[in-house]
């Protein structure tokens, strides 16, 4: 009778611990795998956005004199560097009008249909003038998770007063824009990495606090018999 009852408490505690166990485990992992996904994605943005105001800022004059001075290849050197940075799959410079003067991208059909069929269009270049860049989370088929950043090309314009002949500052107008496509596939290939762990570690704490309930309930459960039998 003793040994049956021994039994169903020592169950009932495991239960118990086990399930406080997951459960807290789970909301904590939960938590901590979110918020350092949105830690990366963050991070990944600011260093792309970083990267296209750079490239942006680097291809101004090229653009503005494009017709006249024809700075194909000098484009083309700029966006084919961007390209070497690490996850950038492709770079692009369009004009006001959303042509393209530039491209570059990987090694990859997939990549390059994508990019063509999908052209920045002259109306987004207009919003830019409002917006500091515009971003989206894609898919490309056979490619994966694509973070796509937009940004501006800025040039400033200038009024002369014909009194002083001295040049002043009129106002900052948008001539193009650069686009960078960043593969963000790492991020959930850590992710993954974080999710791996917190099972690893939360079976771990699993095993010990089965182990210390079970311990912990027979210490319990036999000091309450032993004093019922004295009793």
Not at 139 to 167: A, L, R
């Amino acid at each position: 009778m003793k040994e049956k009852t021994f039994f169903n408490l020592s169950i009932k505690v495991i239960i118990v611990v086990s399930s406080v166990i997951i459960l807290t485990s789970f909301i904590l992992s939960s938590f901590f795998i979110s918020k350092q996904s949105k830690t990366l994605m963050n991070l990944t943005e600011q260093r792309v956005t970083v990267l296209a105001e750079s490239f942006a800022n680097s291809s101004q004059y090229a653009v503005v004199d494009f017709d006249s001075n024809n700075n194909t290849e000098f484009l083309y050197h700029l966006a084919k560097n961007v390209l070497n940075e690490d996850g950038i799959i492709y770079s692009v410079v369009y004009d006001f009008n959303g042509r393209t003067l530039a491209e570059q991208t990987e090694v990859n059909d997939y990549i390059k249909k994508y990019v063509r069929t999908t052209p920045v269009d002259k109306n987004l270049i207009k919003i830019l003038e409002n917006n500091k860049s515009q971003k989206d989370i894609l898919v490309i088929s056979n490619v994966g998770k694509v973070m796509d950043i937009v940004v501006p090309i800025t040039s400033v314009e200038y009024k002369y007063s014909h009194e002083t002949e001295i040049k002043k500052e009129q106002k900052t107008v948008v001539v193009g824009a650069v686009r960078l496509g960043v593969d963000i596939s790492k991020i959930d290939y850590q992710k993954k990495i974080m999710i791996n762990k917190m099972i690893k570690i939360t079976l771990l704490i699993l095993l010990l606090g089965l182990i210390f309930s079970f311990v912990f309930s027979k210490i319990i459960i036999s000091s309450y018999f032993s004093s019922g039998t004295k009793k």
